[in-house]
């Protein structure tokens, strides 16, 4: 028998088909005639059947009893918790409980639902996600500029014409919050269809090599190249607002922020030439879709 799913494990949410005899999962391919992912599928989702049947997995709660793990009820093993939770936070007030909620949870209908009463209930400042070491700035940025964390921009790879891509391996780590299986076809796609790839990244990652263009960078001074460019956007008059007029403000409040930061200027820090940035931020203003990912 085949089951059609989608891979829960990451927002790229690939297809996949699973054929089993009941409770033994025979295989786990990607699914040809899904239209997002179009068959592909990483080395995590061709594993779920092993992780389905291995003999170690854990299908019922233990506790430490000495130096053995013992099997125990779900009514012992949550009473535990709830038990010593509330005790270490009597002792020691609420903020000496630290969470950490790692992925899927994020693509788990009952984490989702119960997750946030628990945290709320806890009541603890040391919260930590998969998101934490991971998505954090992207979120920042959205509640900023859209007014909530969870609106986030998706690169759209299939049809831009330029690709900035700064710090990221996605031929490894397929894209976090890009959403876009397959990541090697699609950008290997974007350069046949006469687009270009540049990757800013200190290290000659497999993504690097793949690109048209690779500018190696100091770590940590993304900041300073992104900021010249933007002031070579305004002073070689690149900017062009137009739909987007109505609802964007700050302009002028960016224009005298990077004022300071020529591309000249930047050179030493972020070991790229002044002239190397002015060009990249002209062809990237003069293409016709581009995105900075």
């Known amino acids: 028998m085949i089951h059609h799913r989608t891979c829960n494990i990451c927002e790229a949410m690939c297809g996949v088909k699973i054929?089993?005899?009941?409770?033994?999962?025979?295989?786990?391919?990607?699914?040809?005639?899904?239209?997002?992912s179009r068959g592909?599928?990483?080395?995590?989702?061709?594993?779920?059947?092993d992780i389905h049947s291995d003999p170690d997995r854990l299908r019922r709660p233990h506790k430490r009893v000495g130096s053995e793990w013992v099997e125990c009820e779900w009514e012992e093993a949550l009473d535990t918790c709830a038990r010593r939770l509330a005790e270490t936070q009597n002792q020691h007030g609420r903020h000496a409980v630290g969470v950490y909620v790692g992925n899927p949870t994020a693509h788990n209908l009952g984490a989702l639902i119960f997750g946030v009463s628990l945290l709320e209930s806890l009541q603890?400042?040391?919260r930590f996600s998969a998101t934490s070491v991971d998505q954090l700035p992207h979120m920042l940025a959205s509640l900023e500029m859209f007014g909530h964390q969870m609106v986030l921009p998706i690169p759209d790879v299939d049809r831009c014409d330029f690709m900035i891509m700064l710090g990221a391996n996605p031929l490894v780590s397929n894209g976090s919050l890009?959403?876009?299986?397959?990541m090697k076809r699609r950008l290997t796609a974007l350069k046949r269809r006469?687009?270009?790839l540049v990757v800013v990244d200190p290290r000659g990652t497999e993504t690097a090599k793949l690109a048209d263009q690779h500018l190696y960078i100091r770590p940590g001074t993304d900041v300073l190249l992104l900021a010249a460019m933007i002031r070579t956007v305004f002073d070689e008059d690149l900017l062009s607002l137009r739909r987007l007029a109505p609802f964007t403000d700050g302009v002028e409040q960016l224009r005298q922020l990077v004022k300071p930061f020529a591309p000249a200027d930047v050179a030493a820090a972020t070991g790229i030439a002044g002239d190397t940035i002015v060009e990249l931020t002209r062809s990237f203003a003069a293409a016709r879709r581009a995105v900075v990912y």
């Open 19 to 36: 054929e089993h005899d009941g409770e033994r999962v025979l295989s786990v391919r990607g699914d040809d005639d899904d239209l997002f």
């Open 194 to 196: 006469g687009g270009k």
């Open 178 to 182: 890009m959403s876009a299986p397959g």
């Open 124 to 126: 603890t400042h040391n």
């Open 40 to 49: 592909y599928i990483c080395p995590k989702a061709t594993a779920l059947g």
